[in-house]
């Protein structure tokens, strides 16, 4: 009985390992919140009269991709092969001030 539990424990490991993705960082690792828009003195009140904050936020984007097709086919009775190969790569660089 405790070689099948620990057997079926392992198989259930080895189904999770495989079958999870890694955690990933939204945009290169920064956070969702824009830098001193609500941070830790977000409930402290403002000085009265008007203010104007300007943020400076660099955006570096970018993202590749690739895919390989291969196939076979018969023509005129002499097998011939077929290969396709397709990369993407973009990249987006923008300085945003708000």
Excluded: H
């Amino acid at each position: 009985m405790k070689a099948s539990c620990g057997a079926a424990f392992g198989i259930a490991c080895a189904v999770a390992a495989c079958c999870s993705i890694a955690a990933r960082a939204d945009e290169g690792g920064i956070s969702f919140w824009v830098p001193g828009a609500y941070g830790s003195l977000a409930a402290v009140p403002l000085n009265p009269g008007w203010s104007l904050s300007g943020v400076y936020y660099p955006l570096f984007v970018s993202a590749t991709g690739a895919a390989a097709v291969q196939r076979e086919f018969e023509l005129g009775g002499i097998d011939r092969t077929a290969n396709f190969n397709l990369n993407l790569k973009v990249k987006s660089n923008a300085d945003v001030v708000f």
